[in-house]
């Protein structure tokens, strides 16, 4: 009876022990599986993120381009609108000395000069200036514009104008000789220019009239 009983007791220890680690295993296959569900979470997650930065960085740059084309944009539209109170301004100076209003068109020159002095008429601007000046008999004031005109614009279409006109302007101020300089120079420079008729009889003149004194 003793046997039997230990016995009986031997097999509900062992089924004990195989329920216990049956049970373990299950739960070690549970958390297993946790574990992988959880992993999978994760990496999904993980994926989801960097879509989402992507499509954030995105956005940013499409802000950003946007943002730089509105800026571009509000610059060409400013610089058109510049152009056209640039171009309108030096128009309304050249009316007014044509109409011999030269106060009003020094005044409407200088402005330009002031603030458009990197548009495409400032020189032009310069030597009209200059031209406002001598026909008001302001001839120091045109002196100062011819000379800062030619040191400035070398190569501009009116240089051998401005010549002509400092000459011319030189005589008012009784310069003389300089006026002689500034002809026969313009005459050996600009042999075909169409003041070449004009300076040459000036400059005889001049040559005339120093050499009567």
């Not at 539209?77 to 000395?97: C, F, H, I, P, W």
């Amino acid at each position: 009876m003793i046997f039997i009983s230990s016995a009986v007791q031997a097999d509900e220890v062992s089924v004990d022990v195989d329920a216990a680690i049956l049970s373990m295993h299950q739960e070690i296959n549970y958390l297993v599986n946790e574990n992988n569900i959880l992993k999978n979470q994760i990496e999904l997650l993980q994926e989801a993120q960097k879509v989402s930065s992507q499509q954030i960085e995105e956005l940013f740059k499409i802000l950003e381009v946007g943002a730089t084309n509105k800026i571009i944009e509000e610059v060409i539209v400013t610089q058109k609108e510049n152009e056209d109170k640039a171009s309108t301004l030096y128009a309304d100076g050249r009316k007014q000395l044509i109409f011999g209003a030269h106060d009003a068109a020094i005044a409407l020159f200088n402005d330009y000069l002031a603030r458009y002095s990197d548009y495409k008429n400032a020189a032009d601007a310069q030597y009209w200036l200059g031209r406002a000046f001598y026909a008001k008999e302001s001839y120091d004031e045109a002196k100062a514009v011819f000379v800062q005109f030619q040191q400035e614009n070398p190569l501009h279409p009116k240089y051998a104008n401005s010549m002509y006109e400092l000459a011319q302007t030189l005589v008012e101020l009784a310069e003389i000789e300089a006026a002689k300089m500034m002809l026969s120079e313009m005459l050996d420079k600009f042999p075909t220019h169409s003041l070449h008729i004009k300076a040459e009889s000036k400059l005889k003149e001049l040559q005339a009239l120093t050499s009567e004194s």
